[in-house]
Nanobody, 121 residues
């Protein structure tokens, strides 16, 4: 099986920064696309940023210029550098990855448990 574990969330002041990590472990052959999602209180899930296996990135308009998604394929880890944080960034952030395991040849979708980011004014 494959497991994704997020870390790095917490409480930060407006204008501050946090760096989230998403570490994948298990019987991994390769990881295709990865993404960060978030869901704030009373809001629907939002796609924040995506990154392909080759490093191509896309961002939601709300975070462009402030967030940077990256990955270290050797460590099976994805990151989200969050700068100039705003109260509206408050949400549970979850990582998502399409993974080809060492057991199955068909890619499967995996989710982390989520990490809370709270931006206080």
């Amino acid at each position: 099986q494959v497991q994704l574990v997020e870390s790095g969330g917490g409480l930060v002041q407006v204008g501050g920064s946090l760096k989230l990590s998403c570490a994948a472990s298990g019987r991994i052959f390769t990881i295709n696309n990865m993404a960060w999602y978030r869901q704030g209180p009373g809001k629907e899930r939002e796609l924040v940023a995506t990154i392909t296996s080759g490093g191509s990135t896309d961002y939601a308009d709300a975070v462009k210029g402030r967030f940077t998604i990256s990955r270290d394929n050797a460590k099976n880890t994805m990151y989200l550098q969050m700068n100039s944080l705003k109260p509206e960034d408050t949400a549970v952030y979850r990582c998502n990855a399409e993974v080809i395991s060492r057991i199955f040849v068909t890619p499967a979708d995996y989710w982390g448990q989520g990490t809370q980011v709270t931006v206080s004014s």
